[in-house]
């Protein structure tokens, strides 16, 4: 059995929403984030984990304000090992950014879009620009 299904297996990683129903603090949450993300680089480019995204779905859009950041984290954490995976879906998330960044009950959320936005930046190229615009940013906001 290789390691991500023996991380997965025991840990019930396949039901991603330990991460949020734990009860803990944030320091513990994001290190469930971290090996959520070490198991999802290696079974996500093989549609291997398909919960994930749902869950990432759901914990985003959630009613609590933990919740939300601690999705916002999870994306983070993935970004920085699977970044290409999300690639084709910024319109989408740019969408979900421009809610988060001004998330009227959670400063904690508007810092982690912060950080995902900043580890974003580090991938989005000129030809992104347009699906920037349509995500809410401003084209004075993408000069060069």
């Not at 991380?7 to 734990?22: M, S, T, V, W, Y």
């Not at 970004?79 to 009950?105: C, R, W, Y």
Request: charge should be negative.
């Amino acid at each position: 059995m290789n390691k991500s299904k023996r991380i997965r297996k025991k840990e019930g990683a396949n039901n991603p929403c330990i991460l949020i129903n734990f009860p803990s603090s944030e320091a513990v949450r994001h290190s469930i984030a971290r090996v959520i993300s070490s198991v999802a680089s290696i079974d996500m480019p093989d549609n291997k984990w398909p919960a994930l995204l749902e869950f990432l779905h759901q914990s985003c859009a959630s009613q609590n304000p933990a919740h939300r950041e601690t999705g916002l984290y999870c994306l983070y954490t993935l970004f920085e090992v699977i970044a290409d995976f999300f690639m084709n879906n910024t319109g989408s998330l740019f969408e979900l950014f421009s809610k988060s960044i001004v998330d009227p009950e959670s400063k904690p959320v508007r810092i982690t879009t912060v950080l995902v936005l900043g580890k974003l930046s580090e991938f989005v190229d000129s030809e992104d620009k347009n699906t920037i615009v349509r995500g809410g940013c401003r084209p004075d906001d993408l000069e060069d």
